[in-house]
């Protein structure tokens, strides 16, 4: 019982003391006091969700712009599901170990497509905090909604990705005013490459749209699909170009002034890659390397890669569905196109298979 009162004591004595309205003359006072807005309504570009005067990983867009190399790179899966993190290190330190300066998280290639926000802003994360001091991290953050742009965006700067990459509204198209709204929404937070691909989103960013936001600091430049000649146009315009064609890529690096290449195929052979981005004209090493690249494309990418580093052994060979792996007699195709490059020149150490199709796991529900 004392105890019981000695706590009723200690209520009494805490009990908070609420300030009670004020009725006469300081009232009368208060009427003529202008009322302000919150800050959050009034500041341009200031984003509630994530933001911090201290950001991870701060990278200007000029530290972008130099890259020559980057590659899109693969998400690999476990038996359920979810993501292989461990052949994830692997793929992405056999990237770092051939001299690729930065890679794409969650792309089409990564199949953020098929990943919760969650899932790709961990991914991010993950990346940075394990790679982000000898690779540059680019997380795919866009979206065809500019909310979960921005909002995606903020979460990738947030947990310390050097750069975004944004695509332009697909399916449900905008105008091309809509669209420069669109990128002036997400260019303000950090250095950012804009992707230009009208066979996934169903519209074209013409040179008008490029022109306009290219006055923005942080646009570090295009990956570029519609052709060098497109790419030509920009670079003479002084924009940095990354051809989006791995069967382009060489031409647009020494031909057509394009700064490097976004590839898929250097999570294949990455150490060739970078010799076709660095070592100058090299038409028959260019040669050499188009029946594999056409191999890769003959579906739509990230099937033919995920079949081949399955092949290769270095992840399982799992698929989130809607992807299937290639049929067996196309993976006897990429079984010779191996022993024609060279197995020394692909990742992984073990030697190359064809595969059953029984060994192949699709999942749809992870």
Wanted: with cysteine; hydrophobic share 35%; net charge negative.
């Amino acid at each position: 019982m004392a105890i019981l009162k000695s706590y009723g004591v200690c209520l009494r004595e805490y009990t908070p003391q609420f300030p009670r309205p004020n009725h006469g003359d300081n009232y009368k006072s208060s009427r003529n006091v202008k009322w302000r807005s919150p800050r959050a309504a009034v500041i341009p570009d200031f984003h509630l969700p994530m933001r911090s005067f201290e950001v991870k990983n701060r990278t200007s867009a000029e530290d972008i712009k130099s890259l020559r190399l980057i590659t899109a790179i693969k998400t690999p899966y476990l038996p359920d599901g979810r993501f292989d993190l461990e052949a994830y290190d692997d793929l992405v330190n056999i990237q770092i170990g051939n001299g690729v300066e930065g890679v794409i998280v969650g792309g089409t290639t990564g199949e953020g497509q098929l990943m919760s926000w969650d899932e790709h802003i961990m991914l991010i994360g993950h990346t940075v905090n394990c790679f982000g001091g000898s690779i540059k991290v680019i997380g795919n953050t866009g979206s065809n909604s500019t909310r979960e742009a921005i909002h995606a965006t903020e979460q990738g700067f947030a947990v310390g990705m050097h750069a975004a990459l944004h695509i332009n509204p697909y399916y449900g198209k905008t105008s091309l005013e809509g669209l420069v709204s669109h990128f002036d929404s997400v260019l303000p937070m950090g250095p950012t490459i804009i992707y230009n691909v009208p066979s996934r989103t169903g519209q074209d960013i013409p040179p008008r749209v490029i022109n306009t936001i290219a006055q923005s600091p942080n646009l570090a430049g295009i990956k570029e699909c519609v052709g060098n000649d497109r790419i030509e146009q920009y670079t003479g315009n002084g924009i940095v170009v990354w051809s989006g064609n791995d069967d382009q890529c060489h031409d647009a690096r020494w031909s057509h002034g394009a700064t490097g290449v976004i590839s898929v195929t250097s999570n294949l052979i990455p150490g060739l890659m970078r010799e076709l981005m660095f070592g100058g004209k090299n038409p028959s090493l260019n040669a050499k390397l188009l029946p594999l690249i056409e191999w890769l494309f003959q579906e739509p990418n990230p099937i033919g890669l995920n079949t081949a580093l399955a092949q290769l052994g270095v992840v399982r060979p799992i698929f989130r569905l809607p992807y299937v792996p290639l049929p067996l007699a196309k993976r006897v195709e990429f079984v010779n196109l191996v022993k024609e490059i060279g197995r020394e020149n692909f990742v992984g150490e073990e030697d190359v298979q064809v595969l059953d199709n029984d060994d192949f796991i699709l999942v749809g529900r992870y």
